[in-house]
C-alpha cells in the first residue's frame, strides 16, 4: 500500500505536500515543548491563529548573539543586524506555526517549508509565509538581554 502526500487544499498555490517526515514529527514535538501547545499543521495565515510571540519572557547574554545573526531560546529569535542593535521575535514561523529552525547568512529560517526572514524586522523574504514574525521587547542591561512579549 502506498501513501500518497495530502495536498494543502486550503491555501491556493501551495504544492502537495509530503506526509511529515521523522524529523518533522520531531520538530512538531519540539514546538509544543517550546510553545506549550500544539502548533497544528492548519494551512492557514489566519493572523488570529499562528505568529504568537513566545509567552515567557527570558534573558539572553548579549555576547551570545553574534552580530548579523541570532541565537533561538525558549520560543524566542534574538538577533544582532548590526552591532549593538538587538531585536527579538516569535520563534513561531508564521506559514503554519512551526519553531523556527536556525538563523544562517542574516535570515531566520523555518525548515518546516522553507521560509525565510530577515533578522533586522522578522519580514518573510522567502518561502511561503507572508506575513512577519511577532515582534518581541528587547532590553539590555549589564550585558544581559531581556525578551518578553510586546505588549499592544
Ligand atoms: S511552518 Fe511552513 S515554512 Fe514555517
Redesign the pocket.
Known sequence: MTHLPSPCSTCPGHPARPGPSRRQVVTGATAVAAFGVPTL?ACSDDPGTSGRPGVNTVSVAADDVPVGGGVIQEGWVVTQPTEGDFKAFSAE??????A?SEVADGQII??????YFAIADGAPTA???TRPLAGAAVEEADGQLTISPQQG
Open positions: 499543521a514561523c508564521t506559514h503554519q506555526g512551526c523556527v523555518c525548515s518546516c517549508h522553507g521560509s518561502g511561503p509565509a
